[in-house]
């Protein structure tokens, strides 16, 4: 059963930075490497948007809002995908959750969530 566990959220300050990590098991290596894996965002009556991910085409995707400010990386030897986000500001607040589309399956996978708040 594939799980995606997020965490890293929390509370900081506007112009702080945070680090969020998504651990990814009951999947094989392949499927942790090749597939889209990444990080979505949903902020209260917004729609869930692209924070940035891992295409699984060996590229990255950064949402509009975040580039320059945010980066991914991974280590494959622990499953772990990392979005570090600094020069954070209150329009990053929301539910920050991990996504997984494997190459080999037809469903796609989220984690439950974790929560950024950012205080101006």
């Known amino acids: 059963q594939t799980q995606l566990l997020e965490s890293g959220g929390g509370f900081v300050q506007a112009g702080g930075s945070l680090r969020l990590s998504c651990k990814a098991s009951g999947t094989i290596l392949s499927v942790f490497n090749y597939s889209p894996l990444g990080w979505y965002r949903q902020a209260p009556g917004k729609e869930r948007e692209l924070v940035a991910t891992?295409?699984?085409?060996?590229?990255?995707e950064y949402g509009d809002s975040v580039k320059g400010r945010f980066t991914l990386s991974r280590d494959n030897t622990k499953r772990t995908i990392y979005l570090q986000m600094n020069s954070l500001d209150a329009e990053d607040t929301s539910v920050y959750y991990c996504?997984?589309?494997?190459?080999?399956?037809?469903?796609?996978?989220w984690g439950q969530g974790t929560q950024v708040t950012v205080s101006e």
């Open positions: 891992y295409t699984g085409r060996g590229g990255t």
């Open positions: 996504h997984l589309r494997p190459y080999n399956a037809s469903r796609e996978y």
